[in-house]
């Protein structure tokens, strides 16, 4: 049996101690650990044994997930109830009027219903106690207002779960496994055996119960019965469990030689004769590995959890009951790991990008940095042996906008709001004993030789280079500060990204612009998958410093839980910015292809079809990105659908009000569906060239003083009826608080079941004046002199400054060849054209993509080529 730390090693502890005594920074972590391990000092070894509860008390997740106060009846959703259980121990506290609650005592009741084996029994319990202790009186009106006897508080058909979720975040989570955790890395920083004592006595303990916890026989979930999991829901106890091991691979060694504590167990095993007899240290041992590590083995069903975390926790247990004569097993379930982790563009494929798919390469990244402990040569064999490994923490690279987006795919984020910094890593400055990704992302620019890591590291750092890497294993800090100050002057802090096409993960980014002028428009083309969303060809567009048109974002769970109208209505196709056929959701899992990619100086486009989405013949769309200035684009949106009786586009941007030129607006029905839209009004009969004007409420604070930005949609659509309403969003998870934004719903209808729509449209986000002057779609023949048909777009647009472009999207039913009929004299034999002519007439530049030739009167701008774009003198 290995009774030393694996992860924990000998070389690392003299290296933490080195840095303890030369460095403040390291001096500083070390009295944080031992400061925060003194509470748990304070108690005697039977009040530490005593915390730990049954399994015969329920928990719950939240005390009522969209609920209110008692008392103050303010909003307190989800998880708002602040807990603090070593200086109110079971209460929960309304954080908007300080009421604390149960209003009984219940320690004392959970006391008078400890059974024979120190476990309590509600039948037991004195149930005199369950009174409110500021009205004693039996007649007092609020005798028994707020009163927990471990059911719940209930009035008014309400059921306020306060115990039930003190048990989870205080009992639980503060005072025992946290306590178990504390005083373990007490130990390792100071290598006082009290620590490791005392620890001892609290793991011990929840050893001896910890099989017997069954969330989902027991728990309380979105006031419903409870999932798999232990103490605590599934994702929860997965990762509690991991915290356990690793606190126990800790202190392993020093309990493995402590008399002291075998005696002090043994007797409780005599008092209540529970668990096994634990008359040596060896005992002791067993009865950990056999009641916590063994039975997560065994039972690994209960810590199920968002990939990897399951498997980062049972390879932690496996390599701590048997390493190294179980060296092979374990690399066999790490390479399986490491694989499925990087399989789609370096990541897993599920969706949430800002939050599950990053929470997967976290945990990974967590696991890395943990096993380079083990092994140093770890991460080198693992890139070895893994090349998409190094995509992986170039995805949230590649997919950061403006330096404070990402694209809201999927369970993600709130409307509109920015991501602080990078999420392939969570940094954080104070990680205990826990790796430093500082530490880590290092190492994968030492391996690497990618400038971005050391940007994305010292931004999350307030771009300073003090304090890095907060590892208290580190060795030469000195030299990595210095080594991240030359590489940020010789390369700046802005994170420098290309378009970019993740055709396995289904997301294009078409990005123009550098700093502070950055834009980025985004597809996303497939449906479904773990936390996915019914939005495949759905949209977005970043510029401005805003998220010009933001995805909803991760469902409002808190609002009735996984089910429900309001739940649904965040997954459903209606509520993105894509296009519904027939007022049905998309089918999924559906991946879409990439018909089209190319990306220049000034001109971007991508095209995705992913017609199984509706069965249908065609569903594509196709997005064109040109730049006006260096601080200023716009963006040709063509959606084609065939099939289908009704084809509906809908479209939001930010918070804020509209403006339209070109419409008579009146009240209409609804478009029904079960969507959350209201107040429906549409023109029949709109003007060509008709626009809405989005102009932004900046609710967030996220702009200057006086910024005044603006989306403009301006449609080119063939017969279709415009249709205004407003869209129901939640304003986060902090509170209950909703909003109504205005939507657009473009719409087309037959009845013979063969509709066919091009929709196009051009948006235009601009700060005070729109850069565009004009607007026009244009006819085309083809060169035999036939009308193309709609599914085939030209558009002018004209600029502010006299400067014009054409822009040219060819179906492939005209891909012989076409022709403007006005003075352009343009004739394309390709899939795309633009060309720009500066206000003398002159032609500036052009592109052709996907084409043998492009032609503009009797001046051949370009030949046969998949992409060119040309810059013409006009000299």
């Known amino acids: 049996m290995n009774n030393t730390s694996l992860f924990y090693p000998k070389g690392l502890i003299q290296k933490a101690q080195e840095n303890i005594a030369h460095h403040v920074w390291a001096k500083e972590i070390q009295n944080q650990i031992v400061q925060d391990a003194q509470p748990y000092m304070k108690f005697s070894d039977d009040e530490l044994w005593g915390l730990m509860f049954g399994n015969t008390l329920k928990r719950s997740w939240m005390v009522w997930s969209n609920g209110h106060c008692p008392v103050c009846e303010t909003d307190v959703p989800m998880y708002n109830w602040e807990i603090d259980a070593l200086n109110r121990p079971w209460k929960a506290r309304c954080p908007h009027c300080s009421e604390d609650f149960p209003k009984n005592d219940f320690q004392a009741f959970y006391q008078s219903g400890l059974d024979a084996q120190a476990v309590f029994d509600a039948e037991l319990a004195d149930r005199s106690l369950l009174f409110n202790a500021d009205h004693p009186d039996p007649n007092d009106p609020d005798h028994l207002f707020g009163v927990d006897d471990g059911e719940g508080f209930r009035a008014d058909g309400n059921i306020w779960w306060f115990v039930s979720t003190y048990l989870i975040y205080g009992q639980w989570k503060q005072v025992v496994q946290g306590g178990i955790c504390k005083l373990a890395n007490a130990y390792t920083v100071t290598g006082d055996r009290q620590y490791a004592y005392k620890a001892g006595i609290l793991l011990d303990r929840v050893a001896d119960l910890y099989p017997s916890f069954d969330f989902k026989r027991e728990g309380v979930m979105y006031e419903k019965n409870g999932d798999a999991g232990c103490v605590s829901t599934w994702h929860d106890a997965c990762e509690e469990v991991r915290e356990l091991i690793l606190a126990y691979d800790q202190i392993r060694g020093a309990i493995s030689e402590d008399d002291a504590l075998a005696d002090f167990l043994q007797a409780k095993f005599e008092q209540y004769a529970l668990g096994v007899s634990k008359a040596k240290p060896i005992d002791v041992i067993q009865n950990i590995e056999t009641r916590i590590l063994q039975e997560t083995l065994d039972n690994f069903d209960k810590i199920r ?66 096993f380079c402990r083990v092994d140093v040569n770890f991460l080198d064999d693992m890139l070895q042996r893994h090349p998409n490994l190094r995509q992986t923490y170039r995805f949230h690279l590649d997919t950061l906008c403006l330096q404070h987006y990402y694209p809201r795919i999927g369970d993600t984020g709130g409307f509109a709001q920015q991501t602080d910094q990078y999420v392939g890593v969570r940094f954080s400055k104070s990680p205990g004993l826990l790796p430093s990704m500082y530490a880590f992302l290092w190492r994968m620019y030492e391996r690497t030789g990618d400038v971005a890591y050391v940007q994305a590291l010292y931004r999350a750092n307030d771009q300073v280079t003090e304090g890095l890497p907060y590892d208290l294993f580190a060795k030469d800090c000195e030299k990595l500060q210095q080594s991240v100050e030359a590489i940020i002057a010789a390369e700046g802090i802005e994170i420098r990204n290309e378009s970019v096409n993740k055709e396995d993960w289904h997301v294009a980014l078409l990005r123009a612009g550098k700093n502070d002028q950055e834009r980025v428009v985004w597809l996303d083309y497939d449906t479904g998958g773990r936390h996915g969303h019914l939005d495949a060809l759905n949209m977005g567009l970043f510029a401005k410093g805003l998220d010009m048109m933001p995805d909803f974002g991760y469902p409002p769970v808190h609002m009735g839980g996984w089910d429900g109208d309001l739940f649904h209505w965040y997954l459903n196709t209606a509520s993105h910015n894509t296009v519904v056929v027939d007022g049905q959701n998309q089918k999924k899992p559906v991946d879409g292809v990439t018909t089209l990619w190319a990306s220049g100086e000034d001109f971007r486009v991508v095209q995705a079809s992913c017609e199984a989405v509706y069965e249908i013949p065609k569903y594509e769309r196709t997005l064109v990105m040109i730049d006006i200035s260096d601080s200023d684009s716009y963006i040709l949106d063509i959606f084609q659908v065939v099939g289908g009786r009704d084809h509906a586009k809908f479209m939001h941007s930010h918070f804020g009000r509209v403006t339209t030129r070109g419409l008579t607006l009146s009240p209409c029905d609804d478009y029904g569906y079960r969507t959350q839209m209201r107040n429906f009004q549409c023109d029949c009969s709109p003007v060509p060239g008709w626009w809405v004007d989005w102009q932004v409420e900046d609710r967030l604070g996220y702009l200057d003083a006086g910024k005044d930005v603006h989306l403009r949609y301006t449609d080119l659509t063939t017969d279709a009826q415009p249709h205004l309403a407003e869209g129901w969003v939640a304003m986060g998870f902090q509170n209950n608080n909703v909003a109504w934004i205005p939507r657009l719903m473009v719409r087309r209808q037959n009845e013979r079941g063969d509709l066919a729509s091009t929709f196009v449209g051009v948006l235009e986000p601009y700060e005070d004046t729109p850069q565009i002057e004009s607007i026009t ?99």
């Open 305 to 370: 959890s968002n990939y990897p975390r399951q498997e980062i926790a049972l390879i932690t247990c496996h390599t701590v009951l048997g390493w190294p004569e179980n060296r092979e097993q374990v690399m066999e379930l790490v390479d399986e790991m490491v694989e499925t982790s990087t399989v789609v563009d370096g990541v897993t494929g599920e969706k949430g990008l800002a939050g599950y798919a990053s929470g997967v390469i976290q945990s990974l990244a967590q696991f890395l940095e943990m």
């Open 777 to 875: 779609r244009l006819p085309l023949m083809s060169e035999n002199g036939d009308v193309c048909s709609d599914a085939s777009v030209a558009v002018e647009v004209q600029l502010v400054g006299g400067g014009r472009d054409l822009l040219v999207v060819v179906d492939v039913e005209d891909s012989d060849g076409i022709v403007t009929q006005d003075a352009w004299g343009l004739r394309l034999s390709g899939k795309v054209g633009w060309v720009r002519k500066q206000p003398n007439g002159d032609i500036e530049r052009a592109v052709l993509c996907q084409g043998n030739e492009l032609r503009i009167g009797s001046v051949v701008v370009s030949e046969a080529t998949d992409f060119t774009e040309v810059s013409i003198s006009s000299e």
